[in-house]
């Protein structure tokens, strides 16, 4: 089966404006992951899913950021008001049941550019 | 709070020589350790992982990693590399198998002919 899938591959926004971005997770995995990853850096973590609920959202760099997945499948994570620190790849993961051993599955990526 | 160390931003090595990629976490709880791999312009890939048992683990091209608690280090090696093996290699933990990952900051594997 397909694998996760990302979209749009690239965005470019200018400052300001509000942005979407889609993760289509592998069938059935239960959790969710998104993480950012700024030029030259590690991926770093966001938020959580467990189905459609939010369990960690500790790693939000702010309240312009907001992330949903309301039929526990595809996700988007929302950036409002961007500025050019948002500039970044932002990277989807999932995963199956908690009780799997297989770790994160990850998306190509969408590279987020802010003008 | 765990973090990762990767004290290495770029290792340059020739064709065919061995290579080591350091690797150090720290955490006051078991963790589960990982090696990534991102080749340019493409997503993450688990190149390696240690969950349990045997400290030493071994991917299917050729590398491997020994889980030091002692040393609290899970460091990346590999005998012979080739021009393929062009990438950024990132070292991650995390607690649960399914818990969000803490990932360093990576290691550019350099190539050289």
């Known amino acids: 089966g397909a694998g996760v899938s990302q979209s749009p591959r690239y965005k470019v926004a200018k400052r300001g404006q509000d942005v979407a971005l889609r993760c289509d997770p592998i069938s059935g995995h239960v959790s969710l992951f998104w993480y950012q990853q700024a030029l030259g850096q590690g991926p770093e973590f966001l938020t959580y899913?467990?189905?459609?609920?939010?369990?960690?959202k500790s790693g939000l760099p702010s309240d312009r950021f907001f992330a949903e997945r309301p039929e526990g499948s595809v996700s988007t994570l929302k950036i409002q008001r961007t500025q050019q620190e948002d500039s970044a790849v932002y990277l989807c993961a999932s995963s199956p049941t908690l009780a799997s051993q297989r770790p994160q599955h990850f998306g190509d990526g969408t590279r987020l550019s802010i003008l | 709070a765990q973090s990762v160390t990767q004290l290495d931003s770029q290792v340059p090595v020739f064709e065919e020589a061995p290579v080591e990629l350091r690797c150090n976490y720290s955490?006051?709880?078991?963790?589960?350790l990982f090696w990534y791999v991102q080749y340019p312009n493409q997503g993450l890939q688990l190149l390696l992982k240690?969950?349990?048992?045997?400290?030493l683990v071994k991917s299917i091209n050729g590398f491997e990693a020994e889980f030091n608690k002692s040393q609290t280090s899970f460091h990346l090696r590999k005998p012979s590399v080739h021009i393929s093996d062009t990438a950024e290699y990132f070292c991650?933990?995390?607690?649960?198998?399914?818990?969000?990952?803490?990932f360093g900051k990576g290691t550019r594997l350099h190539i050289l002919p």
């Open positions: 240690y969950l349990s048992g045997s400290t």
């Open positions: 991650a933990v995390s607690m649960n198998r399914d818990d969000k990952i803490i």
């Open positions: 955490s006051s709880v078991s963790v589960y």
């Open positions: 899913f467990q189905n459609e609920a939010q369990l960690d």
